[in-house]
T-cell receptor, first 109, second 114 residues
Framework: DAKTTQPPSMDCAEGRAANLPCNHS???????VYWYRQIHSQGPQYIIH???NNETNEMASLIITEDRKSSTLILPHATLRDTAVYYC??????????FGTGTSLTVIP | DVKVTQSSRYLVKRTGEKVFLECVQD?????MFWYRQDPGLGLRLIYF???????EKGDIPEGYSVSREKKERFSLILESASTNQTSMYLC?????????????FGEGSWLTVV
């Protein structure tokens, strides 16, 4: 049973907004949505998380649908350094963090 | 800043050897995790621990065991290493509770079993 579903890869032009979608249709009411990214050969890096409301920080914005079954991570002005694998995660009951296979984002000059 | 430190960055071990991967965190987190990462499969949870001496199986515990004798330290043990355990291993920690607590990762340990 899938916990999160993301497209395997996406491209984005440098300077444009990158919109990364995620489906989490089985999310429970008290489970948060997290986004991380991983640059090759490094540990994943935290980006943002949310429960119901949209969230914004210095790195990105997170848009969660009203039914909470999907979300979108927005990088407002993508740079070459944003090329990475992006993981959408829901925190399962029992404190587990479940990672899917992520979206490989390539920012093109 | 939270720091999760994995003792070895790169290891090469022989088939059948016993392998210890050590992880230490400095933020007094209750929860600690071990994942492995393989191309095309993403991060898969092996074991996690929500308290000292407590452990729970993740999605792929077979062939692994763990030890958490102190709050800050979580060890992954391969009793008899096999070639299909060649992978990148990631340790992580987080505060306890179901609410929004960020998980922090170490830099990873690349294990090759020959």
């Amino acid at each position: 049973d899938a916990k999160t579903t993301q497209p395997p890869s996406m491209d984005c032009a440098e300077g444009r907004a990158a919109n990364l979608p995620c489906n989490h249709s089985t999310i429970s009411g008290n489970e948060y949505v997290y986004w991380y990214r991983q640059i090759h050969s490094q540990g994943p890096q935290y980006i943002i998380h949310g429960l119901k409301n949209n969230e914004t920080n210095e790195m990105a914005s997170l848009i969660i649908t009203e039914d909470r079954k999907s979300s979108t991570l927005i990088l407002p002005h993508a740079t070459l350094r944003d090329t990475a694998v992006y993981y959408c995660i829901v925190r399962r009951a029992g404190n587990q963090f479940y990672f899917g296979t992520g979206t490989s984002l390539t920012v093109i000059p | 800043d939270v720091k999760v430190t994995q003792s070895s960055r790169y290891l090469v071990k022989r088939t059948g050897e016993k392998v210890f991967l050590e992880c230490v965190q400095d933020m007094d987190h209750e929860n600690m995790f071990w994942y492995r990462q393989d191309p095309g499969l993403g991060l898969r949870l092996i074991y996690f621990s929500y308290d000292v001496k407590m452990k729970e199986k993740g999605d792929i515990p077979e062939g692994y065991s763990v030890s958490r004798e102190k709050k800050e330290r979580f060890s992954l043990i391969l009793e008899s290493a096999s070639t299909n355990q060649t992978s990148m291993y990631l340790c992580a920690s987080a505060q306890g509770g179901i609410s929004g607590n960020t998980i922090y990762f170490g830099e990873g340990s690349w294990l090759t079993v020959v």
